[in-house]
Protein backbone atom coordinates (compact mmCIF):
# COMPACT_ATOMS: atom_id res chain seq x y z
CA UNK A 1 0.00 0.00 0.00
CA UNK A 2 1.51 3.39 -0.57
CA UNK A 3 1.95 6.00 2.17
CA UNK A 4 -0.37 8.99 1.02
CA UNK A 5 0.35 12.27 2.40
CA UNK A 6 -1.49 14.62 0.26
CA UNK A 7 -5.60 15.75 0.47
CA UNK A 8 -7.50 16.21 -2.44
CA UNK A 9 -6.25 19.49 -2.69
CA UNK A 10 -8.34 21.78 -4.69
CA UNK A 11 -11.28 18.93 -5.68
CA UNK A 12 -14.48 19.76 -5.55
CA UNK A 13 -16.88 18.06 -3.06
CA UNK A 14 -17.13 14.45 -2.91
CA UNK A 15 -20.00 12.11 -1.88
CA UNK A 16 -20.22 11.64 1.87
CA UNK A 17 -19.21 8.21 1.48
CA UNK A 18 -16.35 8.86 -0.56
CA UNK A 19 -15.26 11.55 1.88
CA UNK A 20 -15.60 8.93 4.81
CA UNK A 21 -12.95 6.65 3.06
CA UNK A 22 -10.04 5.09 4.77
CA UNK A 23 -6.60 4.21 4.03
CA UNK A 24 -5.70 2.02 6.83
CA UNK A 25 -6.33 0.79 9.60
CA UNK A 26 -3.26 2.64 11.51
CA UNK A 27 -3.16 1.20 15.34
CA UNK A 28 -4.69 -0.34 17.88
CA UNK A 29 -3.22 0.57 21.64
CA UNK A 30 -3.47 -2.01 23.94
CA UNK A 31 -2.55 -1.69 27.56
CA UNK A 32 -0.10 -3.94 29.25
CA UNK A 33 1.23 -5.03 32.44
CA UNK A 34 4.69 -4.38 31.68
CA UNK A 35 5.80 -2.95 28.19
CA UNK A 36 9.09 -4.20 28.25
CA UNK A 37 8.03 -7.65 28.60
CA UNK A 38 5.32 -7.52 26.29
CA UNK A 39 7.53 -5.70 23.52
CA UNK A 40 10.34 -8.79 23.93
CA UNK A 41 6.74 -10.54 22.72
CA UNK A 42 5.98 -8.58 19.60
CA UNK A 43 9.53 -9.10 18.59
CA UNK A 44 9.53 -12.49 18.88
CA UNK A 45 6.77 -12.31 16.06
CA UNK A 46 9.00 -9.81 14.06
CA UNK A 47 7.81 -6.27 14.72
CA UNK A 48 10.10 -4.27 16.44
CA UNK A 49 9.59 -1.09 18.36
CA UNK A 50 10.18 1.95 16.14
CA UNK A 51 10.13 4.55 18.69
CA UNK A 52 8.50 5.22 21.93
CA UNK A 53 7.68 7.50 24.40
CA UNK A 54 7.89 7.86 28.58
CA UNK A 55 8.71 10.06 31.58
CA UNK A 56 10.51 9.60 34.79
CA UNK A 57 9.21 6.13 35.37
CA UNK A 58 10.23 4.61 32.20
CA UNK A 59 8.13 3.62 28.94
CA UNK A 60 4.92 5.27 28.65
CA UNK A 61 4.46 4.26 25.17
CA UNK A 62 6.39 1.83 22.84
CA UNK A 63 5.19 2.00 19.26
CA UNK A 64 5.60 -1.66 17.60
CA UNK A 65 5.68 -1.30 13.76
CA UNK A 66 3.76 -4.35 11.64
CA UNK A 67 4.28 -2.35 8.23
CA UNK A 68 5.07 1.64 7.56
CA UNK A 69 1.23 2.08 8.04
CA UNK A 70 0.11 -0.17 11.18
CA UNK A 71 1.61 -0.25 14.30
CA UNK A 72 0.63 -1.83 18.27
CA UNK A 73 0.61 0.87 20.75
CA UNK A 74 2.06 -0.84 23.88
CA UNK A 75 0.66 1.59 26.51
CA UNK A 76 1.51 1.51 30.39
CA UNK A 77 -0.22 0.67 33.31
CA UNK A 78 -0.32 3.60 35.22
CA UNK A 79 -2.64 2.00 38.00
CA UNK A 80 -3.95 -0.39 39.58
CA UNK A 81 -7.53 0.62 38.50
CA UNK A 82 -6.17 0.54 34.88
CA UNK A 83 -8.17 -2.27 32.70
CA UNK A 84 -5.43 -4.45 31.15
CA UNK A 85 -6.44 -5.12 26.85
CA UNK A 86 -8.24 -2.69 24.14
CA UNK A 87 -8.08 1.09 24.59
CA UNK A 88 -8.94 2.13 21.06
CA UNK A 89 -8.29 1.39 17.44
CA UNK A 90 -6.74 4.22 15.24
CA UNK A 91 -7.93 4.82 11.36
CA UNK A 92 -5.91 6.37 8.88
CA UNK A 93 -7.33 8.51 6.17
CA UNK A 94 -5.35 10.82 3.58
CA UNK A 95 -7.41 14.25 4.40
CA UNK A 96 -8.34 14.07 7.90
CA UNK A 97 -9.72 18.01 7.27
CA UNK A 98 -12.67 16.40 5.01
CA UNK A 99 -13.29 13.23 6.96
CA UNK A 100 -14.21 15.75 10.14
CA UNK A 101 -16.20 17.50 7.98
CA UNK A 102 -17.76 14.83 6.62
CA UNK A 103 -18.75 13.43 10.06
CA UNK A 104 -19.75 16.64 11.32
CA UNK A 105 -22.24 16.49 8.11
CA UNK A 106 -23.68 13.46 9.88
CA UNK A 107 -24.52 14.94 13.14
CA UNK A 108 -21.05 13.44 14.89
CA UNK A 109 -19.07 15.16 16.80
CA UNK A 110 -15.52 15.00 16.09
CA UNK A 111 -12.67 16.48 18.66
CA UNK A 112 -10.67 19.07 17.56
CA UNK A 113 -7.99 18.16 14.59
CA UNK A 114 -4.46 18.30 16.55
CA UNK A 115 -1.03 17.38 15.94
CA UNK A 116 0.01 15.06 18.05
CA UNK A 117 3.34 14.02 19.73
CA UNK A 118 4.73 11.82 17.38
CA UNK A 119 3.80 14.71 14.89
CA UNK A 120 1.21 13.46 12.64
CA UNK A 121 -2.84 15.02 13.21
CA UNK A 122 -5.29 13.51 14.59
CA UNK A 123 -9.11 13.64 16.34
CA UNK A 124 -11.41 11.36 17.85
CA UNK A 125 -15.11 10.38 18.10
CA UNK A 126 -16.89 8.21 20.70
CA UNK A 127 -19.47 5.55 20.12
CA UNK A 128 -22.63 5.04 21.54
CA UNK A 129 -21.27 3.17 24.15
CA UNK A 130 -18.60 6.07 24.74
CA UNK A 131 -15.35 3.91 23.39
CA UNK A 132 -12.73 6.68 21.61
CA UNK A 133 -12.45 5.85 17.70
CA UNK A 134 -9.22 7.97 16.88
CA UNK A 135 -8.22 8.94 13.13
CA UNK A 136 -4.96 9.87 11.54
CA UNK A 137 -3.18 11.33 8.43
CA UNK A 138 0.52 10.92 8.58
CA UNK A 139 2.44 14.02 7.59
CA UNK A 140 5.64 14.32 6.44
CA UNK A 141 8.45 14.64 9.03
CA UNK A 142 6.63 13.11 11.90
CA UNK A 143 8.08 9.73 13.23
CA UNK A 144 5.86 7.38 12.15
CA UNK A 145 7.15 8.91 8.30
CA UNK A 146 10.22 8.79 9.02
CA UNK A 147 10.55 5.44 10.28
CA UNK A 148 9.04 4.54 6.93
CA UNK A 149 11.17 1.74 5.12
CA UNK A 150 12.88 1.57 8.63
CA UNK A 151 12.79 -1.34 11.83
CA UNK A 152 11.27 -3.65 9.17
CA UNK A 153 12.34 -7.64 10.21
CA UNK A 154 12.77 -9.78 7.89
CA UNK A 155 10.93 -12.41 9.83
CA UNK A 156 8.34 -10.90 9.93
CA UNK A 157 5.58 -13.38 10.66
CA UNK A 158 3.14 -11.38 8.85
CA UNK A 159 3.33 -7.42 7.71
CA UNK A 160 -0.29 -6.61 7.46
CA UNK A 161 -3.16 -5.97 10.49
CA UNK A 162 -6.36 -7.23 8.10
CA UNK A 163 -9.07 -7.98 11.45
CA UNK A 164 -9.52 -6.04 14.70
CA UNK A 165 -12.05 -6.96 16.98
CA UNK A 166 -14.32 -4.54 19.15
CA UNK A 167 -16.77 -5.23 22.04
CA UNK A 168 -20.43 -3.46 22.70
CA UNK A 169 -22.92 -3.94 25.32
CA UNK A 170 -25.50 -3.70 22.09
CA UNK A 171 -23.61 -4.83 18.61
CA UNK A 172 -26.87 -4.20 16.88
CA UNK A 173 -27.02 -0.57 17.68
CA UNK A 174 -22.59 -0.66 17.15
CA UNK A 175 -23.39 -1.29 13.97
CA UNK A 176 -25.72 1.13 13.04
CA UNK A 177 -23.20 3.28 13.99
CA UNK A 178 -20.04 1.95 12.08
CA UNK A 179 -23.05 1.19 8.70
CA UNK A 180 -24.44 4.76 9.14
CA UNK A 181 -22.63 6.94 10.05
CA UNK A 182 -18.48 5.89 9.52
CA UNK A 183 -19.28 4.29 6.41
CA UNK A 184 -18.23 0.74 6.82
CA UNK A 185 -19.73 -1.96 4.70
CA UNK A 186 -20.82 -5.77 5.24
CA UNK A 187 -23.12 -8.69 6.12
CA UNK A 188 -23.21 -9.85 9.45
CA UNK A 189 -20.79 -8.37 12.34
CA UNK A 190 -17.53 -8.31 10.43
CA UNK A 191 -17.40 -4.42 8.81
CA UNK A 192 -15.09 -3.70 5.58
CA UNK A 193 -13.40 -0.13 6.59
CA UNK A 194 -14.87 2.09 3.34
CA UNK A 195 -12.58 2.49 0.73
CA UNK A 196 -10.29 -0.51 -0.42
CA UNK A 197 -8.05 -0.98 2.33
CA UNK A 198 -9.47 -4.66 2.65
CA UNK A 199 -9.37 -4.43 6.29
CA UNK A 200 -12.33 -5.05 8.73
CA UNK A 201 -13.45 -3.92 12.28
CA UNK A 202 -15.25 -7.46 13.90
CA UNK A 203 -18.20 -6.27 16.39
CA UNK A 204 -19.06 -8.94 19.26
CA UNK A 205 -21.08 -8.77 22.57
CA UNK A 206 -18.63 -7.79 25.34
CA UNK A 207 -18.38 -10.67 28.24
CA UNK A 208 -16.47 -10.61 31.22
CA UNK A 209 -12.87 -11.37 30.86
CA UNK A 210 -12.42 -11.00 27.33
CA UNK A 211 -9.31 -10.30 25.78
CA UNK A 212 -8.36 -8.28 22.62
CA UNK A 213 -8.22 -10.12 19.61
CA UNK A 214 -6.06 -9.16 16.51
CA UNK A 215 -5.85 -10.95 13.29
CA UNK A 216 -3.10 -10.68 10.92
CA UNK A 217 -2.73 -11.85 7.15
CA UNK A 218 -0.46 -15.06 6.39
CA UNK A 219 -0.28 -18.65 5.38
CA UNK A 220 -1.37 -20.21 8.36
CA UNK A 221 0.59 -23.44 7.91
CA UNK A 222 3.71 -21.33 7.69
CA UNK A 223 2.96 -19.27 10.36
CA UNK A 224 1.82 -22.00 12.81
CA UNK A 225 5.54 -23.88 11.49
CA UNK A 226 7.73 -20.75 12.51
CA UNK A 227 5.81 -19.82 15.29
CA UNK A 228 6.46 -23.38 16.95
CA UNK A 229 10.21 -22.80 15.85
CA UNK A 230 10.05 -19.52 17.58
CA UNK A 231 9.22 -20.85 21.19
CA UNK A 232 6.01 -19.83 21.07
CA UNK A 233 2.53 -21.77 22.55
CA UNK A 234 0.61 -22.51 19.53
CA UNK A 235 -3.50 -23.05 19.64
CA UNK A 236 -4.90 -24.25 16.07
CA UNK A 237 -8.64 -22.76 15.62
CA UNK A 238 -10.39 -23.11 13.06
CA UNK A 239 -7.38 -24.29 11.19
CA UNK A 240 -5.90 -20.68 11.97
CA UNK A 241 -2.85 -20.64 14.32
CA UNK A 242 -3.52 -18.16 17.33
CA UNK A 243 -0.73 -17.38 20.20
CA UNK A 244 -1.33 -15.07 23.15
CA UNK A 245 1.33 -12.00 24.44
CA UNK A 246 1.56 -11.87 27.80
CA UNK A 247 -1.92 -10.15 29.20
CA UNK A 248 -3.76 -12.64 27.02
CA UNK A 249 -4.22 -10.72 23.78
CA UNK A 250 -5.09 -13.18 21.42
CA UNK A 251 -3.25 -12.94 17.65
CA UNK A 252 -4.64 -14.78 15.04
CA UNK A 253 -2.36 -15.32 11.60
CA UNK A 254 -4.59 -16.13 8.55
CA UNK A 255 -5.63 -15.44 4.86
CA UNK A 256 -7.12 -12.86 3.91
Known amino acids: M ?20 LTSIAHVALRVSDVARSRAFYKTLGWDQAFEFGDDKGTDTSYVKVSDHQYIELCRRNRPSDPIGFMHICLETVDLARLSAAYTALGLTPTESKKGHAGNVLFNLRDPEGQVIEYTQYL ?63 LKPRVPGETPELRFAADPKRAAEELKKRGLEVKIVGGVPEVRDPDGTAIYFSER
Open 2 to 21: ALLFAGFGGAGPLPAQDARN
Open 140 to 202: PGSLHSNARGKFVEEVRISDHMIDVVMTAKDVDAEKAFFVGKLGFQGIGYKLSLPGTPGETVE
